[in-house]
C-alpha cells in the first residue's frame, strides 16, 4: 500500500479487503518501494527513495484497522513516519460505497519542537470509477495543547478506469488543501498514474510557486497473513 496518495486512497484499498464476503475476518500486510515519496503532491523524503510496508486487519462488518511505516525526512533529524488508522466502510447500494475514519500520522525521532505530529478525520464517496472525499484537520502537536480541530480541510476527486484488457489501469486525481495548519496559502495538487501488476508509474504536481513536476516509479504487494 503506497502512501503516494491520500489517506482517502489507503482507506479505499483496505475497504477492498473489509468488504469482501469470501472471509470473516482477514489479516493482510504490504510493502511497497517508490522513487520518490509523495503526499498531496509534496515530497516527503526529499525526492529520495522510500521503503514502506504495513498489516491491516478488516471483517465483514465494515470495520477496518492497520499501521503503516515509510522513511520520511521532512523534518529535523526525522527518519521515519508511523500511521495508525480505523475506520469504517461498506456498500450503500450496487453503484456506490462509503468510507469513513480516523488516521494519526506520527513522526516518533523528529527534533525536539518540530511538532510534527498530526491526525485527521476522513470520508469519501465512491460510484463506479469516481471518488470523492474529505480530511479534515483533528489534532496537531503544533497547537500546544494538541487541539486544532477543523483547522484545514483536504478536498479530493478521483477517477480511475482501465486502459485496455491487460488489467492496466489509469487514475486521475486532484485534491485542494486549505486552513491555518498549512499556513495562509490553499494548495492544489494534481496528478495522473498508470498501473499494472503492482507497477506504477506516476506524475504529480502542485500549484505552489516553486513546485515542478515531479514523476515517480513504484511497486506494492499485498498478501495475506
Same mark, same amino acid.
Given at each position: ?5 491520500s489517506?482517502?486512497? @489507503? ?7 473489509a ?22 503532491g ?14 491491516? !486487519?478488516?471483517n ?19 527518519? !521515519? ?12 447500494n ?7 475514519g480516523?488516521?494519526?500520522?506520527? !513522526? ?12 485527521? @478525520? ?5 460510484m ?22 477543523g ?7 478521483? !477517477? ?8 492496466t ?19 492544489i495538487?494534481?496528478?495522473v ?15 505552489m ?8 516509479v ?8
Open positions: 500500500m503506497l502512501k503516494l496518495k489517506a482517502i486512497a @489507503i482507506s479505499t484499498l483496505i475497504l477492498m479487503g468488504t469482501s464476503t469470501a472471509a470473516y475476518a482477514e489479516v493482510t500486510a504490504n510493502v511497497a518501494a517508490t522513487s520518490n515519496y509523495l503526499w498531496r509534496q515530497q516527503q523524503t526529499g525526492g529520495d527513495a522510500a521503503i514502506s510496508g504495513g498489516i491491516d !486487519y478488516a465483514e462488518s465494515g470495520f477496518y484497522a492497520g499501521t503503516w511505516a515509510s522513511n520520511a525526512s521532512w523534518a529535523d533529524e526525522m527518519t !521515519y513516519e508511523l500511521d495508525l488508522y480505523a475506520g469504517f466502510g461498506g456498500d450503500i450496487e453503484n456506490m460505497s462509503y468510507d469513513v480516523y488516521i494519526y500520522y506520527a !513522526y516518533p525521532d523528529a527534533a525536539s519542537g518540530a511538532d510534527a505530529d498530526f491526525s485527521e @478525520i476522513y470520508g469519501s464517496i465512491s463506479g470509477g469516481f471518488s470523492f472525499g474529505a480530511s479534515v484537520l483533528a489534532t496537531s502537536a503544533a497547537s500546544g495543547d494538541g487541539t486544532d480541530f483547522d484545514s480541510l483536504y478536498l479530493t476527486a478521483d !477517477y480511475g478506469f482501465a486502459v485496455g484488457t491487460n488489467g489501469e489509469m487514475a486521475l486525481h486532484l485534491g485542494h488543501y486549505s486552513g491555518d495548519f498549512i499556513g495562509d496559502d490553499d494548495i495538487d494534481y496528478g498514474s498508470i498501473s499494472k501488476d503492482g507497477f506504477t508509474f506516476g506524475l504529480s504536481d502542485t500549484d510557486d516553486d513546485s515542478d513536476i515531479k514523476a515517480y513504484a511497486f506494492a504487494m499485498d498478501f495475506s497473513l
